[in-house]
Nanobody, 124 residues
Framework: QVQLVESGGGLVQAGGSLRVACAAS????????MGWFRQAPGKEREFVAA????????SYADSVKGRFTISRDNAKNTVYLQMNSLKPEDTAVYYC?????????????????WGQGTQVIVSS
């Protein structure tokens, strides 16, 4: 069992940066692929980024490549999403998620555990 708690969301101006974090509990965290998804009002939840448990496999959505960086600290049971050059269209609730392997990292239905989400608002 893995419990996920996101933090670090907030309001930022376009062009600014924000880092969200996800603290995981459960002794199997280090074996899990961790992902970030987001959901904007009236839209479906969409893939943002994912990282394998060793950190040697990483995937990003095209919309965030070059602006967002996912990382993890297994000693702290924490995964991060550094978001730079933020745009108003990045406004969404950001969800942390976990699954046992990296395959299909961008597929919502394959993830087993989800956090409650943290709101990110980017003003123009």
């Amino acid at each position: 069992q893995v419990q996920l708690v996101e933090s670090g969301g907030g309001l930022v101006q376009a062009g600014g940066s924000l880092r969200v974090a996800c603290a995981a509990s459960g002794r199997t965290f280090v074996r899990y692929t961790m992902g970030w998804f987001r959901q904007a009002p009236g839209k479906e939840r969409e893939f943002v980024a994912a990282i394998s448990w060793r950190g040697d496999s990483i995937s990003y959505a095209d919309s965030v490549k070059g602006r967002f960086t996912i990382s993890r600290d297994n000693a702290k049971n924490t995964v991060y999403l550094q978001m730079n050059s933020l745009k108003p269209e990045d406004t969404a609730v950001y969800y942390c998620t976990a699954k046992p392997n990296f395959g299909g990292a961008d597929l919502y239905a394959l993830y087993d555990y989800w956090g409650q989400g943290t709101q990110v608002i980017v003003s123009s």
